[in-house]
């Protein structure tokens, strides 16, 4: 931070200086921002974008909008560091244009590409004797007493989290507060612009009408939108005009100006729509980075999760569709960093490689995000845009379990998913999903349930490619049902091979969809 405002000051002294109408004094603040995210991280590259542009704001130069701008385009310069100084220039260029996009809109962005390509050919020319020097700079083992080491790497994690988690959560309370206030602005005022343009104008008392009669003309146009809006047309016995003279043209410009007005209407709605989303993801990454610093806080000297009360044993069995060369079928099966078992599968819509990179990337993407400390319904959500965004046929089931090993319960996340059962001493029970897939809404649609197990209990997971397979069953979760109630074998892989057999087998050896079977026996250490 200090760096940053001391660079902001020095550079404040250049001026309106400007090569080629590029801002000398733009291009040195973006590649310090860029060459502290660089070196340093997400924190710091935000740190830096706050304080130079900050600094620079309050000397006259820059607005509110620049300080934000640089602030989240640090942060992803930082965050895509890791691929060095290519990652670290397309991070800031897409938080630039992110943030303008979803800011206002527009697609006008806020700091100037120009200025953001000249800084970022001005980093990469960068000696890397001099990157050498830079990071003894930045060595804070040479910055602080040996005695005080001890505790500041956890202190300035923690002080860095909260400032970055305060700078996400501004910049949802931010959106959202521009998606709340984004009125619809002077709707008759558009509708009477639209209709001037491409109708009144042609009609030679153009003059007369909007010009010496404007007021009575307003108010039959007026008038007019209140019947289109009920009715969805209009026609000449309808308005209600004594200036006018070509009523015929005068309705099919009314007619045509609703068809625009309506696209408008559905337009911003959408972007209203989308900025909530964002606004409502933004808040869920503010959550997820608080959570982070809880644990650092909370974390004790030997940082180990405490040995669970009962554990897992799990099968499972597969096989692809005739003829396809690979699964659209992806399983999961990992221990969380919180101590809990993740197991599930997704299936892809149909199958082969798009099918399996669908269900693959509803996998990995949950998993990392649960990892990371989101709560399961921000993961979902999230997970839940990305599939959406990508376009027409990514859509894939999503069936996983989180198994406690302290207390032995188990949470059921299932979308569109087939019915999971659970069998024990007592019988079957079943637990369905009636969702539909990632991807198909904006909203995800997810089913959850909880549930206590017992040692001995076992949970059976399939996907909807086993369901159907029997041709001959009238309810299709009934077979399965039926199945498990009739057989009782103790190894978990030995009923997970049983199911899937008696699918094929049912089918008369033909495997019309790619099928998993995912079988997790309780058992108490």
Request: glycine residues 8%; aromatic residues 10%; proline residues 1%.
């Given at each position: 931070m200090a760096m940053g405002i001391l660079l902001a000051v020095a550079i404040s002294g250049i001026g309106g200086l400007s090569v080629f109408h590029i801002s000398v004094r733009g291009v040195l603040s973006v590649l310090i921002v860029l060459l502290l995210g660089w070196k340093r991280g997400a924190s710091v590259g935000a740190a830096a974008g706050i304080a130079i542009s900050l600094t620079l704001g309050l000397m006259g130069i820059g607005s509110v909008a620049t300080i934000a701008a640089y602030g989240f385009s640090?942060?992803?310069?930082?965050?895509?560091?890791?691929?060095?100084?290519?990652?670290?220039?397309?991070?800031?260029?897409?938080?630039?244009?992110?943030?303008?996009?979803?800011?206002?809109?527009?697609?006008?962005?806020?700091?100037?590409?120009k200025e953001i390509v000249v800084a970022s050919v001005c980093l990469f020319l960068i000696p890397k004797k001099a990157t050498v020097i830079l990071d003894d700079l930045f060595d804070y083992g040479k910055t602080l007493p040996e005695s005080t080491l001890d505790g500041y790497f956890p202190e300035t994690t923690i002080y860095r989290l909260d400032t970055v988690s305060e700078v996400v959560d501004d910049m949802a309370s931010s959106v959202q507060t521009e998606s709340a206030n984004d009125s619809e602005g002077d709707e008759v005022g558009k509708f009477i612009q639209t209709l001037n343009d491409n109708t009144c104008k042609r009609c030679e008392h153009?003059?007369?009408?909007?010009?010496?009669?404007?007021?009575?003309?307003?108010?039959?146009?007026?008038?007019?939108?209140?019947?289109?809006?009920?009715?969805?047309?209009?026609?000449?016995?309808?308005?209600?005009?004594?200036?006018?003279?070509?009523?015929?043209?005068?309705?099919?410009?009314?007619?045509?100006?609703?068809?625009?007005?309506?696209?408008?209407?559905?337009?911003?709605?959408?972007?209203?729509?989308?900025?909530?989303?964002?606004?409502?993801?933004?808040?869920?990454?503010?959550?997820?980075?608080?959570?982070?610093?809880?644990?650092?806080?909370?974390?004790?000297?030997?940082?180990?999760?405490?040995?669970?009360?009962?554990?897992?044993?799990?099968?499972?069995?597969?096989?692809?569709?005739?003829?396809?060369?690979?699964?659209?079928?992806?399983?999961?099966?990992?221990?969380?960093?919180?101590?809990?078992?993740?197991?599930?599968?997704?299936?892809?819509?149909?199958?082969?490689?798009?099918?399996?990179?669908?269900?693959?990337?509803?996998?990995?993407?949950?998993?990392?995000?649960?990892?990371?400390?989101?709560?399961?319904?921000?993961?979902?959500?999230?997970?839940?845009?990305?599939?959406?965004?990508?376009?027409?046929?990514?859509?894939?089931?999503?069936?996983?379990?989180?198994?406690?090993?302290?207390?032995?319960?188990?949470?059921?996340?299932?979308?569109?998913?087939?019915?999971?059962?659970?069998?024990n001493t007592s019988g079957v029970d079943v637990v369905q999903s009636v969702s539909l897939p990632v991807g198909i809404l904006e909203n995800a649609d997810i089913d959850l349930y909880d549930k206590s197990l017992k040692d001995g209990d076992m949970i059976v997971m399939i996907t909807d490619g086993v369901l159907e397979a029997n041709k001959e069953a009238q309810e299709k979760e009934k077979w399965i049902l039926e199945l498990l109630k009739a057989i009782h074998p103790e190894n978990p892989q030995r009923l997970a091979d049983i199911i899937l057999q008696e699918a094929v087998d049912s089918n008369f050896g033909v495997v019309e969809d790619d099928m998993t079977v995912i079988v997790a026996k309780v058992k108490q250490t």
């Open positions: 640090g942060l992803l310069a930082g965050i895509f560091s890791k691929y060095g100084k290519i990652g670290a220039a397309i991070g800031f260029i897409l938080g630039n244009i992110i943030l303008a996009f979803y800011a206002n809109g527009s697609t006008e962005v806020i700091v100037s590409i153009y003059e007369k009408c909007w010009k010496q009669n404007y007021h009575n003309m307003y108010e039959t146009v007026f008038n007019s939108i209140e019947t289109l809006q009920l009715n969805g047309e209009i026609s000449e016995y309808e308005v209600d005009s004594e200036i006018c003279t070509n009523k015929a043209l005068l309705v099919d410009g009314l007619n045509f100006s609703y068809q625009i007005y309506k696209v408008n209407q559905n337009w911003q709605q959408k972007m209203k729509e989308k900025r909530m989303q964002v606004s409502k993801q933004l808040k869920g990454v503010s959550s997820a980075i608080n959570k982070i610093k809880e644990e650092i806080q909370s974390q004790t000297a030997e940082n180990i999760i405490p040995e669970g009360k009962y554990t897992l044993e799990i099968g499972m069995s597969k096989t692809k569709k005739n003829n396809s060369k690979v699964s659209g079928d992806n399983s999961i099966m990992v221990k969380l960093k919180d101590g809990k078992y993740l197991f599930g599968v997704s299936d892809g819509m149909g199958s082969g490689e798009e099918a399996n990179q669908n269900s693959k990337r509803v996998i990995e993407m949950l998993e990392k995000l649960l990892n990371t400390g989101f709560k399961k319904e921000d993961a979902l959500e999230l997970v839940n845009s990305v599939m959406a965004f990508n376009g027409e046929d990514s859509f894939a089931t999503l069936d996983v379990s989180m198994f406690d090993t302290l207390t032995g319960d188990v949470e059921f996340i299932k979308v569109s998913a087939c019915p999971t059962y659970i069998k």
